[in-house]
Nanobody
Framework: QVQLVESGGGLVQAGGSLRLSCAASRRTSSTYAMGWFRQAPGKEREFVAAISWSGSTTYYADSVKGRFTISRDNAKNMGFLQMNSLKPEDTAVYYC???????????????????WGQGTQVTVSS
């Protein structure tokens, strides 16, 4: 099972940027898609972005398109979420996730998401 650890969360003013990182520990023979979800206070967990193993396919929630960019560096077993033009409504705990394919992440198919990070808090002030 892939083990995931997020970092990079924090407090930022509206319009600012943050870069989240997700470090993965895996067996060298395994491949996985990676994604990001978030959960705001009083809200359900929602899909943010996902990327295939090769990086050739990406998905974004409509709310973050044009502002967030998902990427990965497989040689380093790292995933990233670059968040620009942050808004107060982006405030949430952000979780990285791993699954066998990117569609699983896009659909939020919980039963098929193999690994979750511990979450990192992102707070955007107005």
């Amino acid at each position: 099972q892939v083990q995931l650890v997020e970092s990079g969360g924090g407090l930022v003013q509206a319009g600012g940027s943050l870069r989240l990182s997700c470090a993965a520990s895996r067996r060298t023979s395994s491949t996985y898609a990676m994604g990001w979800f978030r959960q705001a206070p009083g809200k359900e967990r929602e899909f943010v972005a996902a990327i295939s193993w090769s990086g050739s396919t990406t998905y974004y929630a409509d709310s973050v398109k044009g502002r967030f960019t998902i990427s990965r560096d497989n040689a380093k077993n790292m995933g990233f979420l670059q968040m620009n033009s942050l808004k107060p409504e982006d405030t949430a705990v952000y979780y990285c996730a791993a699954a066998l394919n990117v569609e699983t992440l896009r659909l939020g198919a919980i039963e098929r998401i193999h690994s979750w990070g511990q979450g990192t808090q992102v707070t955007v002030s107005s």
